[in-house]
């Protein structure tokens, strides 16, 4: 048998088809929105993508070949990414999704999210007289969201930055240990004075 009538298994399993792109750009569509408006944290995407190559049995190959297709359905040279990276003395044959994420905010992901984000928006923007009247005025930030529930206190938290929010239905009481102790720990991260927002007595409504 001639060496050309063999089967390479791995490279069919590894081959991409546009109902795989599809597949993809649909799934990423909601990731990267989410990232965008601030309800899910860089870390919490990329944990996202690994569930989705496990359970659709995606090799990090395939992945990156299905990224590159959805890249360049947006304009995006991939290998432009692939000069940014070797720039950075890094291989991106052997490049896996976790250092893709660490590298600098103007790289391709970045630019992706960017794009698909635009797009979003237009599709949104279309179709909604909110986003026709009041887009110009909206702002999308990063949110860490928290609750405590202890003794004293019943708190949802909302942290941006430096700026921390307590909300609470009733009376906020600040000697709470477990809040303070939140409190110190996130802002050792930014060794700087924390804002905060004390909210009480908030009332809650369906409209």
Do not use: H
Not at 50 to 60: A, D, H, L, P
Not at 141 to 154: G, H, M, P, Q, Y
């Amino acid at each position: 048998m001639s060496d050309d009538r063999i089967i390479d298994f791995n490279e069919l399993k590894n081959k991409v088809k546009d109902s795989d792109v599809d597949k993809f750009e649909n799934y990423m569509y909601d990731l990267y929105f989410s990232v965008a408006n601030g309800s899910m944290t860089m870390s919490q995407f990329t944990s996202k993508i690994y569930e989705y190559m496990r359970e659709n049995n995606i090799s990090q190959e395939k992945f990156m070949k299905m990224q590159n297709k959805l890249m360049e359905r947006y304009g995006v040279d991939p290998a432009e990414l692939d000069q940014q990276i070797k720039n950075l003395g890094l291989n991106p044959n052997k490049l896996s999704f976790d250092d893709l994420s660490k590298l600098n905010p103007t790289n391709n992901t970045q630019s992706t999210i960017n794009t698909v984000n635009e797009k979003k928006y237009n599709d949104i923007d279309k179709n909604s007289d909110f986003y026709k009247k009041y887009n110009s005025d909206l702002e999308n930030k990063e949110l860490i969201t928290t609750f405590l529930k202890d003794e004293v206190n019943d708190i949802k938290i909302i942290i941006e930055k430096e700026k921390v929010i307590l909300i609470s239905e009733g009376s906020i009481n600040l000697v709470d240990a477990q809040l303070n102790e939140l409190l110190l720990s996130y802002k050792s991260m930014y060794n700087n004075k924390l804002k905060v927002i004390i909210c009480e007595n908030c009332k809650e409504y369906d409209y």
